[in-house]
T-cell receptor, first 112, second 116 residues
Framework: LAKTTQPISMDSYEGQEVNITCSHN???????ITWYQQFPSQGPRFIIQ???TKVTNEVASLFIPADRKSSTLSLPRVSLSDTAVYYC?????????????FGAGTQVVVTP | DSGVTQTPKHLITATGQRVTLRCSPR?????VYWYQQSLDQGLQFLIQ???????AKGNILERFSAQQFPDLHSELNLSSLELGDSALYFC???????????????FGPGTRLTVL
């Protein structure tokens, strides 16, 4: 089971781009990289998922280098409402979610 | 709105008591998951059910139990409550792992349990 490491916290100002890097050195061939966002007192919410190269949706971009040992979640032009905890998870699509662990996450704080 | 509902929103009880938390999954989802989130432990997976059967177990105490009913709603029973059981309890649902192109769970709003 791939273990992930991400920064505990990051601060940013409104309008800036925030990049959160997650390390997953033991990622397996069948593993995907998934990011969730959690606001205070709310359940986590799926943001984006990728396997390799780059994935982009209306919320974020996910950059995955060729060796897949790390990934970077990019939040463009953040606003105050992007203040949340961001979790990086690694696992196969067929994995029971009991095997996918939410780590400590990265607390992102956006200030005016 | 994720489509997952949880009741009650808040629950205040005393040590030694027993409570039941209820979850209704998103329409069509057969998998239900329970998580506990406390300030010092983060988001901890407790247990997963799929179509009425237990599928995976995490860090669930023996004092806790869960079940999924034929209508797919699930209940988490917490007994002999201790102060340390105070936490947010989330329920999530998903399609069967491996049947979707994404590892996406849909989380409910949570039940905040306070044990006094």
């Amino acid at each position: 089971l791939a273990k992930t490491t991400q920064p505990i916290s990051m601060d940013s100002y409104e309008g800036q781009e925030v990049n959160i890097t997650c390390s997953h050195n033991n990622i397996a061939t069948n593993d995907y990289i998934t990011w969730y966002q959690q606001f205070p007192s709310q359940g986590p919410r799926f943001i984006i998922q990728g396997y390799k190269t780059k994935v982009t949706n209306e919320v974020a971009s996910l950059f995955i280098p060729a060796d897949r040992k790390s990934s970077t979640l990019s939040l463009p032009r953040v606003s105050l409402s992007d203040t949340a905890v961001y979790y990086c998870l690694v696992g196969a699509l067929t994995d029971s979610w009991g095997k996918l662990q939410f780590g400590a996450g990265t607390q992102v704080v956006v200030t005016p | 709105d994720s489509g997952v509902t949880q009741t009650p929103k808040h629950l205040i009880t005393a040590t030694g008591q027993r409570v039941t938390l209820r979850c209704s999954p998103r329409s069509g989802d057969l998998s239900v998951y329970w998580y506990q989130q406390s300030l010092d432990q983060g988001l901890q997976f407790l247990i997963q059910y799929y179509n009425g059967e237990e599928r995976a177990k995490g860090n669930i105490l023996e004092r806790f139990s869960a079940q999924q009913f034929p209508d797919l709603h699930s209940e988490l029973n917490l007994s002999s409550l201790e102060l340390g059981d105070s936490a947010l309890y989330f329920c999530a649902s998903s399609v069967e792992p491996g049947t979707s192109a994404v590892n996406e769970q849909f989380f409910g709003p949570g039940t905040r349990l306070t044990v006094l």
